[in-house]
C-alpha cells in the first residue's frame, strides 16, 4: 500500500478575503510536497476547484506542481482532480498541459480526470446542467490518450471538434503516457473506473468498511477490462481520510478533539452537491457538529475509519483497516484542522519513517511498474502523408540529424 498527501488550498475564515493569508497557505501547502519527499511518500495530489470561497482556493495548480517539482526528485504530482466539461476548457488544452507536466516532472504527474464535483463551479463556465459533464467526461477520457499518439489528430464528437489534422504537442515523455484516474463521487464509478481499465480516486465520509463492496466492485472490474482507455491498466484505489500522527499520542488527541474541527466539511456538503453529503449532512455556515468530544468518541471514530489519530505505532495499526477494505493508496488532506504548521512538518517526518516502511515495500511507484507495460493503441498517422515536403536541410543546432 502507497500513501499520499492532498493540497486543496483550504483557507478557512477571513484568511479567504486577505491576500498575504491567501498567498500564505498556497505555498505552505506546496512546501508539505517538498517536505513529504524526502520522507517515503509518493504522492501529493493538488485539487482543483474555481471559485469555492474559503474550501478551495486551488483554481490553478499547475505552476505549484512545476514549484514542487522543481525542488523534488521522488515524489509523484498528481491532479485529484482536472474536470473534464468542454465548456469549460477545450480537451487539446488540457492534453497539451497534462504532457507538459509530464515533462517538467520528469515522467512523475499523476492524471487524475473526474466531471466536477459541484453546481456552482460548474456554472461559473456556463454549464447550467451537471448532468451533462458525465457524457462530455466520457466523450473526453477517450480522445486524450488519441492526442498524445498521433501526429494528425481530429475529431467531429459531440462536445467538441478539431476540424483539421493537428499534432498535439508535446507528447508525454519516454514511454507511455501519464497514469489516468477518475473521481468516484459516486458508487456506480467504482465499477466505470475498473472497466476502463483507470485508477479510482476515493473520498471518505463514512466507515471504511461501507467502501468494502465499491473497492471489489473496482477490482472484479478491472480484472477484465471492458475497454482499456489507455495504453496501460492503471489497477490503483486511492482513498483520501484525515491523519493526526504525533509523538505525543495525548497531544494528537487533543487536536482531534478541539473546536472547529468540521467546518471542511460543512464546506464539502455546501459546495459539493453533485455527491452525496456527509453522514451529519451540516451544511455552510451552520457551526460543525460538536459532540463534546470524548475519548470513546474519538476512538468510535477512529475504529470506523473516520480518521487516523496517535502517535506512529497506534496509527500504523490503524492503516491496517484500509489494507483490509483493499485500498492501494491512502491520501491525507493537508492542512489538518487544529494543527500547526510544524505539526504538520512533525507527522510528515514522523509518519513517513515510521509508518510508510511497514505497509510500502517497493520503492518504485506502483504506476512506474504499470507504465512500464505501456503499448500504443495508435498508428502516427490516420491520413496518408502529403507528397513534397522532404527536408534537406537542417539548423547546425538540431537535437536530431535528419538521417
Not at 61 to 73: F, H, I
Request: aromatic share 10%.
Amino acid at each position: 500500500m502507497e500513501f499520499g498527501i492532498f493540497a486543496n488550498g483550504y483557507t478557512p475564515g477571513p484568511a479567504a478575503h486577505d491576500s498575504e493569508s491567501e498567498h500564505f497557505e498556497l505555498l505552505r501547502e506546496a512546501e508539505f510536497g517538498v517536505a513529504a519527499d524526502k520522507h517515503n511518500w509518493k504522492y501529493l495530489w493538488f485539487g482543483e476547484h474555481h471559485g469555492l470561497t474559503e474550501y478551495s482556493h486551488m483554481s490553478a495548480p499547475s505552476p505549484l506542481m512545476g514549484w514542487v517539482a522543481a525542488q523534488t526528485d521522488y515524489i509523484h504530482i498528481g491532479s485529484a482532480i482536472t474536470s473534464l466539461p468542454t465548456n469549460k476548457e477545450h480537451p487539446v488544452r488540457i492534453a497539451e498541459r497534462a504532457a507538459m507536466l509530464d515533462h517538467v516532472t520528469n515522467r512523475r504527474f499523476e492524471f487524475g480526470t473526474g466531471r466536477g464535483a459541484g453546481s456552482h463551479e460548474l456554472r461559473a463556465f456556463n454549464v447550467m446542467d451537471p448532468s451533462v459533464t458525465k457524457a462530455q467526461w466520457d466523450e473526453v477520457i477517450r480522445e486524450i490518450p488519441r492526442m498524445w499518439e498521433q501526429k494528425d489528430y481530429d475529431f467531429d464528437g459531440e462536445f467538441f471538434t478539431v476540424p483539421t489534422p493537428h499534432n498535439i504537442l508535446p507528447k508525454p515523455y519516454g514511454q507511455g503516457h501519464p497514469p489516468l484516474w477518475v473521481a468516484c463521487g459516486n458508487p456506480p464509478t467504482f465499477a466505470k473506473a475498473g472497466s476502463l481499465g483507470i485508477g479510482a480516486i476515493a473520498f471518505n465520509f463514512e466507515p471504511i468498511h461501507n467502501l468494502k463492496g465499491r473497492v471489489e466492485a473496482y477490482k472484479e472490474a478491472i480484472q477484465d477490462p471492458v475497454e482499456q482507455v489507455g495504453q496501460f491498466k492503471n489497477d490503483n484505489v486511492m482513498m483520501t481520510n484525515s491523519c493526526i500522527c504525533l509523538e505525543n499520542r495525548e497531544e494528537a488527541r487533543a487536536i482531534a478533539k478541539s473546536k472547529g474541527r468540521g467546518y471542511l466539511v460543512t464546506m464539502v456538503n455546501l459546495y459539493h452537491d453533485t455527491m452525496p453529503k456527509s453522514p451529519d449532512a451540516i451544511v455552510w455556515p451552520n457551526p460543525p457538529n460538536d459532540p463534546g468530544w470524548t475519548d470513546e468518541l474519538l476512538d468510535w471514530a477512529i475504529d470506523g475509519g473516520y480518521m487516523l489519530c496517535g502517535n506512529p505505532e497506534e496509527v500504523c495499526e490503524q492503516v491496517a483497516r484500509y489494507q483490509e477494505v483493499g485500498c492501494d493508496q491512502v491520501v491525507f488532506g493537508l492542512p489538518v484542522e487544529g494543527m500547526s504548521h510544524e505539526q504538520h512538518l512533525e507527522m510528515i517526518e514522523l509518519f513517513g519513517d515510521h509508518v510508510i516502511p511497514e505497509y510500502d515495500l517497493d520503492r518504485t511507484h506502483s504506476t512506474d511498474h504499470y507504465r512500464a507495460t505501456a503499448e500504443r493503441r495508435f498508428p502516427d498517422f490516420q491520413y496518408p502523408i502529403p507528397d513534397g515536403i522532404d527536408v534537406e536541410v537542417l539548423p547546425t543546432t538540431a537535437l536530431l540529424p535528419l538521417a
